[in-house]
């Protein structure tokens, strides 16, 4: 966590963009972690069988849900200044590459997303208070 810190800061005074500047970037700045080696029912990138289910979800659902924390996932993957755009092209990016084909989220899809993530973060507080 620190060095991401520390390429953030670089990325900063330099001017770059940060790692998630594209979906594939976010996902080897955070994903690949968890989605690239193994991690215990983490389903792993380009594994069909593992992806398959989560697919039919649908891309607003499953976006959603992962970006609040969901299955043992922690919320926006971890990393919490991590945009629902940027979450959301990393998703794309393992969906993609795992038996999928999801395109960028347009306007009406985020704003899908964003009342899905809302609706889920009420359950959640819900369920923690009661």
């Known amino acids: 966590m620190k060095m991401l810190y520390r390429l953030l800061m670089v990325c900063a005074a330099v001017g770059t963009a940060p790692a998630w500047a594209s979906g594939e970037g976010t996902y080897k700045a955070v994903c ?6 193994a991690f215990p029912k983490s389903p792993q990138l380009g594994n069909k069988t593992q ?4 697919i039919r979800e649908g891309q607003v659902t499953l976006t959603a849900h992962g970006y ?7 919320a926006k993957g971890g990393q919490p ?3 629902l755009e940027a979450f959301a092209e990393a998703l794309n990016h393992m969906v993609n590459q795992s038996g999928g084909n999801w395109k960028t989220p347009d306007a009406k899809t985020l704003q899908a997303m964003q009342a899905e993530v809302a609706k889920r973060q009420k359950s959640k507080a819900s369920k923690a208070g009661g």
């Open 68 to 74: 609040v924390g969901v299955r043992g996932m922690p």
């Open 81 to 83: 200044d991590l945009t």
């Open 32 to 37: 690949a972690s968890c989605h690239g080696q």
């Open 51 to 54: 992806w398959a289910p989560l």
